[in-house]
C-alpha cells in the first residue's frame, strides 16, 4: 500500500505506539502477581502509588516512544516529497495501535458523561445541606438507600441519602465522612480517570484488570489509614459504619468515576478485619521540598541524556521505523 507522507507518519506513530504497549503491557502482566505480593507488604498508600503507575507505564512508554523518538526521527530523517509503499504488516499494527487507542478514548468519554449525568440527577433529586464539621455542603438524597460517595472529577461532591444519615451515629457518619475526604485529597477519581485513558494491550482485552483491582482495594485501605489516623475508637467506628450500610442492602450504581465508602463489597470483611485487629497507621507523607529536588534531579538527568544521545538515537530509531515500513 503506498501512502503518502503524514499518512505514513500516522500509520508508523499507531504502529510503534502498538508494539512499545505490547511488549511493555505484557512485561508488567507477567510480573504483576509479583507487584502484588510485593506490595501486599507496604503500606496500603506507597503500594496503591506502585500499582498505579505500573498499570500506567505500558501507556507511558509507547507514548513517550512515539513523541520523543518516533515522530522526531521520521520527520528529521525521512524525504517529505517521497510517497512510499508500507507493508501490510505495519498498517495492520497501525490499525490495532489505533483501535486501542479509540476504545480507551471512547471508554474515558462515555464514563465523564455518565458521571456528569449522575450528578446532575442527584443534585435535582437531592438538596444541599450542611454537616457538623463539614467545610463544603453535601448533596443529601431523600430516600434510604445506602448511598455515601464522592462523585465528580473536577470539583466532587459528597452525595448522601437520608438514609444513611439516619443510620449511622455522629461518630460512626465523621469517620465515613473521614473516609471520604480522603478519597478527595488523594485524588483517586482522577486516577481512576487514567486507568480509563490507558489503552489496553490489545483492542477488547484487559489482562491487566488483576492490578487495577488491586490497586482499588489498596486505595480504600489508603482511604481508611487516613479516615482513622492510627485512633482505634475511629477504626472501630469506621468499621461499625460500613457493617451499619453494608447490612442496608444493596446500594445504588454509580459510575466508575467516584468512590462509595463500599467501593469493595468483596473486600469488605478484609477491610473490617483489618480496621478492628490493628491499628491503622497514619501513612507519613515526604516533606514538599523532598518532592522537588527529586522532580528537579529527574528532570535534570533526563535532559542532558537526551541532549547527548538524541542524534544517535534518533537515527537508529529510524533505521527500526524503515524496517517496520516494509
Same mark, same amino acid.
Given at each position: *500500500? ?7 507518519? @500516522? ?17 508488567? #502482566? !507477567?510480573?504483576?502477581?509479583?507487584? !502484588? ?15 498505579? /503507575? ?5 501507556f507511558a512508554l509507547a507514548s513517550l516512544f512515539v513523541a520523543a ?8 530523517? &525521512? ?9 501490510? !504488516? ?14 480507551? !478514548? ?9 458521571? @456528569?449525568?449522575?450528578?446532575? %440527577? ?21 430516600? &434510604?438507600?445506602?448511598?455515601?460517595? *464522592? ?10 441519602? %437520608?438514609?444513611?444519615?439516619?443510620? @449511622? ?23 481512576r480517570l487514567l486507568l480509563l485513558a490507558a489503552p489496553d494491550i490489545?483492542?477488547?482485552? #484487559?489482562?491487566? #484488570?488483576?492490578? &487495577? ?15 482513622? /489516623?492510627?485512633?482505634?475508637?475511629r477504626a472501630v467506628s469506621l468499621a461499625a459504619a460500613l457493617v451499619?450500610?453494608?447490612? *442496608?442492602? /444493596? ?19 478484609? #477491610?473490617?478485619?483489618?480496621?478492628? %485487629? ?49
Open positions: *500500500m503506498i501512502l503518502p507522507y503524514l499518512l505514513r507518519l @500516522l500509520c508508523l506513530c499507531f504502529a510503534s505506539f502498538f508494539v512499545v504497549n505490547v511488549a511493555v503491557g505484557l512485561l508488567v #502482566r !507477567i510480573s504483576s502477581k509479583s507487584a !502484588i505480593r510485593f506490595a501486599e507488604s507496604r503500606a496500603p498508600r506507597a503500594s496503591a502509588r506502585l500499582l498505579l /503507575a505500573l498499570r500506567l507505564l505500558p523518538l518516533c515522530v522526531p526521527s521520521y520527520l528529521w530523517l &525521512e524525504p517529505s516529497a517521497t510517497a512510499e509503499r508500507v507493508g501490510v !504488516i505495519c498498517v495492520i499494527l497501525g490499525f490495532l495501535g489505533a483501535a486501542t487507542c479509540l476504545i480507551s !478514548i471512547a471508554r474515558t468519554t462515555y464514563s465523564l458523561f455518565a458521571s @456528569l449525568r449522575h450528578n446532575r %440527577r442527584f443534585h435535582l433529586a437531592g438538596q444541599e445541606a450542611r454537616l457538623p464539621g463539614e467545610p463544603s455542603p453535601v448533596v443529601v438524597v431523600e430516600n &434510604e438507600a445506602p448511598l455515601l460517595a *464522592m462523585s465528580g472529577l473536577f470539583r466532587p461532591r459528597l452525595l448522601i441519602s %437520608r438514609g444513611v444519615l439516619r443510620a @449511622l451515629s455522629a461518630e460512626e457518619l465523621d469517620a465515613a465522612l473521614r473516609h471520604e475526604h480522603a478519597h478527595r485529597t488523594s485524588r483517586d477519581n482522577a486516577k490489545f483492542p477488547f482485552i #484487559r489482562p491487566l #484488570r488483576a492490578l &487495577e483491582r488491586t490497586w482499588s482495594k489498596f486505595a480504600e485501605w489508603a482511604a481508611d489509614d487516613q479516615a482513622t /489516623a492510627g485512633d482505634s475508637s451499619c450500610v453494608a447490612r *442496608m442492602g /444493596a446500594a445504588p450504581r454509580l459510575p466508575y468515576l467516584s468512590t462509595s465508602l463500599l467501593a469493595c463489597d468483596r473486600d469488605l470483611s478484609a #477491610r473490617v478485619d483489618r480496621l478492628l %485487629r490493628a491499628v491503622p497507621s497514619a501513612s507519613v507523607a515526604l516533606k514538599p521540598a523532598h518532592h522537588r529536588f527529586r522532580a528537579a534531579g529527574f528532570l535534570l538527568a533526563g535532559g542532558l541524556a537526551t541532549l547527548l544521545l538524541a542524534p544517535f538515537a534518533l537515527s537508529s530509531v529510524h533505521e527500526l521505523l524503515e524496517l517496520l515500513l516494509h
